[in-house]
């Protein structure tokens, strides 16, 4: 069974022209073809409508997920900042109690209490880097493993998926429909391709744009620097 693609009339597998408008049957569209859509274009707008509507239901995973990993990632950060913190506030104690006790004395012992309070500090640095935020830092792997666990066996309850679990999240899903439905592309990996390749683009972009305003600021400098040796040199 075959159908017309000029007309759309069924017309028969034997059957050299179409009986109702006379089309070629070179251009006879199968019915096995017509079920599984001929149209790339509209079988992908499809597809990535259906993607989305089933992940975008189950998205609790990819936010806990991301959340952990920020947390893990920021542990060691956050306590580089707290060391400095501390150091900056020990040498302001420093200084505020060596002015106002201004004598041998009473510096020697601003210099004993500061030391023990950097000291200490350090020590608990040690223990919190080694012992504390180690485990900290296992028991989040943990949960974030588990979350991976639940969006892997979501994804792979879908079945044959045309989108790589990495582009999964909603806002990723949605930005490959948006491609596909302006007709930028007409299959799901050419729309992946071409998010890419944006994004490249928009890196590049940023990156020029702060080259350039740098050397704007460097040259402002530089100008700033002679005019001030030229104007040194003329008032002495």
Same mark, same amino acid.
């Given at each position: 069974m075959a159908f017309c693609s000029n007309c759309g009339n069924e017309i028969s597998d034997a059957t050299n022209f179409c009986p109702k408008c006379g089309h070629? @049957? /070179?251009?006879v569209i199968r019915a096995d073809a017509?079920?599984? /859509?001929v149209s790339s274009k509209v079988s992908s707008k499809d597809e990535i409508t259906k993607i989305l509507d089933y992940f975008s239901q189950h998205q609790e995973p990819y936010q806990k997920y991301?959340?952990?990993c920020q947390k893990i990632n920021g542990y060691p950060r956050k306590t580089k900042q707290i060391f400095t913190i501390v150091t900056v506030c020990a040498f302001i104690i420093y200084f505020i109690i060596g002015s106002l006790l201004n004598t041998e004395k009473s510096e020697k012992i601003v210099n004993v209490i500061c030391s023990g309070v950097y000291i200490a500090f350090i020590i608990y640095s040690v223990y919190f !880097? $080694?012992?504390?935020? !180690?485990? $900290? @830092?296992l028991k989040l792997s943990e949960e974030r493993d588990k979350a991976y666990s639940e969006i892997v066996e979501y994804y792979n309850a879908y079945g044959e998926c045309a989108v790589g679990i990495e582009y999964t999240r909603a806002n990723d899903l949605q930005r490959i429909a948006d491609v596909i439905y302006s007709g930028r592309a007409k299959e799901i990996s050419d729309a992946i391709n071409i998010i890419i390749d944006d994004e490249h683009k928009a890196r590049i972009e940023r990156n020029t744009f702060a080259a350039a305003q740098n050397a704007a600021e460097a040259a402002k400098a530089a100008k700033s620097a002679a005019r001030a040796s030229w104007t040194n040199f003329f008032t002495k």
């Open positions: 070629e @049957i /070179g251009s017509q079920n599984t /859509g991301d959340s952990l !880097r $080694i012992f504390k935020m !180690r485990k $900290i @830092i």
